[in-house]
C-alpha cells in the first residue's frame, strides 16, 4: 500500500482551552491495511505533532508511557474505512520542545504525523510502515472550524 | 408448602423430563456469570430444540416450566404401560424419544444426574439404546435442585510458566527502564473423563501487583487502563489502557498477538478457541526509579466451571 492510498487528517475543535481534536486514518486503498493499535510502545509513539511558528518547527511526542501489558497489538483498517485518535495536547500526556502557549499566536499552524518505522515486528505483524502528514490546520485563537476529511 | 408425591411411570423417562428442565433452567441461571458457560450453553443453543417436542401433545399449548419439577403431571392411579418400541404417540416414549435426540446432538456434552452421579451414561448409550421399561415405583421426595453440569474441564499439563523466572533482568537506556519475559502453558484433552477435558475450558490469566515506592512515585497505577482507585500491594488482572488483557479467548479483554504475544495454539498453528497451548510475551517498560517493583504472576482458569483455579505460576520480579 503506497502512502497515496492512507490519508492522514487533523480535525481540530474549536473553542477549547488547548488544542484538541482527532486525528483521522483514512484507508483509501483497495485493500486492508493492518495499523498499531495504541496502547502499547509501538502505537504510541507513531503518532506526533508539528508546531508550525514563523519558520520554526516545534515536535510534540507522546510522553514516555509506563507498560504493564505492553504487546506488539495491531488491527485491520478496512477499505474504505477510517481510524480515529483523539487528542489533547494539554492532558499531560504530551511532550513538547517548547511550551506551547509560548510559541503559538495568529498564523500558528499544527501538523499530525504518523511515523511508522521498518521494525522487526511491523515486518512480523505486516504492519503498515512509512510517514504520513496531515495537512497544516490553524492553531490560533479564534479557534479554526473543524477541517473534516473528505 | 411442597408435598411429596408419588413417583409413577418409568423413572428414567422422568430424569430425561426433569434433566431437560434442568438443562434449560442451568442454561438460563448460567449464562451471565461465566464466560465459558455461555459459550457452551451458547453451542448448544446452535442446535434447534425447539423442534424437539417434550411435552403430550395435550400439553403443548401450556406453558413450559423449565424446572426440574415441571415434568407434566401424570394421574396418579394411571399405572404406565410399557411403552411400544415406535409408539411415539405415547408421552413417554416421545420423551425418551426427545432425551434420545439430544444427547445424540448434544454430542460430547455431558450430562449428569442432578446428584452429579453421571447416570446418564446409564440410561443413553452413545447411540441412543433407548431407557428400561417404565413401572410403578414408592412414594419418594423431590429430587434436589440439580446443579450445574459441566459440559467440559479444564486439565493443565504443564505451567503456566514464566521465562526466565525469579527476577527479570531489566535494561536501562537513559532512564527508560524495560524487562522481557515470556509465558507458557499446555492443557490436556481427553473425551473419557467426566466432564471431558476440554483445553477451551482453560485460560491463562496475568496478575500484577506493584509496591508502594512505585505508587508513590507513579501517584496511582501504572496507566489509566487500571480503576484510578487501584492501589499497591494488591494483585489486579493485568491489561493495557485499552482494557486489552492476557489470555482471553473472546470477548471484550481478547486480543491475540501473533507470534507467540499473546495466543493459543493446536500444533503450531493459531487456535484461538480451541488451542491446547498458550504462548504470551510481555515487555513492561518504566521511567520508575529505584525501589519501584511490579511482580507479575500467572493463573489458569477454568471457564467451564466458575473461572475456578486450576494452577500458577510463581511469581516473578522486576525491581525497576
Known amino acids: 500500500v503506497s502512502n497515496t492510498l492512507l490519508r492522514l487528517y487533523l480535525v481540530l475543535f474549536s473553542g477549547l482551552p488547548r488544542p484538541t481534536g482527532v486525528v483521522v486514518l483514512s484507508n483509501t486503498s483497495s485493500t486492508d491495511v493492518r495499523v498499531w493499535q495504541t496502547g502499547n510502545q509501538w502505537g504510541d509513539t507513531a503518532l506526533s505533532f508539528e508546531v508550525l511558528h514563523n519558520g520554526l518547527v516545534l515536535r510534540i511526542v507522546r510522553r514516555e508511557q509506563e507498560y504493564t501489558r505492553n504487546v506488539p497489538s495491531s488491527f485491520v483498517l478496512p477499505v474504505k474505512s477510517r481510524h480515529e485518535w483523539p487528542f489533547d495536547l494539554g492532558d499531560g500526556d504530551w511532550d513538547a520542545e517548547t511550551p506551547i502557549d509560548q510559541v503559538a499566536g495568529r498564523h500558528t499552524q499544527l501538523v499530525a504525523v504518523y511515523d511508522v518505522p521498518t521494525t522487526p515486528e511491523a515486518l512480523n505483524h505486516g504492519v503498515w510502515t512509512g510517514q504520513l502528514r496531515s495537512e497544516p490546520v490553524l492553531l490560533d485563537e479564534s479557534g479554526p472550524s473543524p477541517r473534516k476529511p473528505d | ?320
Not at chain 2, 434436589?144 to 503456566?160: I, L, N, R
Not at chain 2, 493485568?238 to 486480543?255: N, V
Not at chain 2, 498477538?257 to 515487555?283: F, H, M, V, W
Open chain 2, 1 to 320: 408448602v411442597h408435598m411429596p408425591q408419588r413417583r409413577i411411570g418409568n423413572p428414567t423417562a422422568l430424569r430425561a423430563l426433569a434433566h431437560r428442565g434442568e438443562a434449560a433452567g442451568a442454561d438460563h441461571d448460567q449464562k451471565a456469570s461465566t464466560e465459558g458457560m455461555t459459550r457452551e450453553t451458547t453451542r448448544c443453543r446452535g442446535f434447534d430444540f425447539s423442534k424437539i417436542s417434550i411435552h403430550p401433545p395435550n400439553q403443548l399449548s401450556k406453558p413450559h416450566l423449565p424446572s426440574a419439577l415441571a415434568a407434566p403431571a401424570l394421574p396418579r392411579s394411571i399405572v404406565q404401560p410399557r411403552p411400544t418400541v415406535g409408539a411415539i404417540d405415547n408421552p413417554l416414549e416421545r420423551h425418551v424419544e426427545a432425551r434420545k435426540q439430544f444427547a445424540t446432538v448434544a454430542g460430547a456434552m455431558a450430562t449428569r444426574n442432578a446428584d452429579g452421579s453421571g447416570a446418564d451414561e446409564e440410561e443413553f448409550t452413545n447411540n441412543g439404546t433407548p431407557a428400561p421399561a417404565p413401572g410403578v415405583f414408592p412414594p419418594s421426595p423431590p429430587p434436589p435442585p440439580a446443579p450445574f453440569a459441566p459440559s467440559g474441564q479444564c486439565y493443565v499439563e504443564t505451567g503456566p510458566t514464566y521465562t526466565p523466572s525469579g527476577t527479570i533482568p531489566v535494561t536501562n537506556v537513559g532512564g527508560r527502564k524495560s524487562a522481557s519475559f515470556s509465558m507458557a502453558a499446555t492443557f490436556g484433552t481427553a473425551f473419557v473423563t467426566d466432564p471431558p477435558r476440554k483445553p477451551a475450558c482453560c485460560e491463562v490469566r496475568q496478575y500484577i501487583k506493584w509496591n508502594e515506592a512505585y505508587h508513590t512515585w507513579r501517584g496511582g497505577p501504572p496507566h489509566s487502563g487500571f480503576p484510578s482507585s487501584a492501589t499497591y500491594g494488591t494483585w489486579y488482572e493485568d491489561r493495557d489502557t485499552s482494557d486489552k488483557r492476557y489470555g482471553h479467548r473472546s470477548g471484550t479483554h481478547s486480543d491475540p498477538i501473533a507470534g507467540c504475544g499473546d495466543e493459543y495454539l493446536t500444533g503450531g498453528s493459531r487456535d484461538q478457541t480451541n488451542g491446547d497451548t498458550y504462548c504470551g510475551s510481555d515487555n513492561p517498560k518504566s521511567s520508575a526509579p529505584a525501589g519501584a517493583t511490579y511482580n507479575f504472576q500467572l493463573k489458569v482458569i477454568d471457564t467451564c466451571n466458575n473461572n475456578g483455579e486450576k494452577a500458577s505460576s510463581s511469581i516473578i520480579t522486576i525491581n525497576w
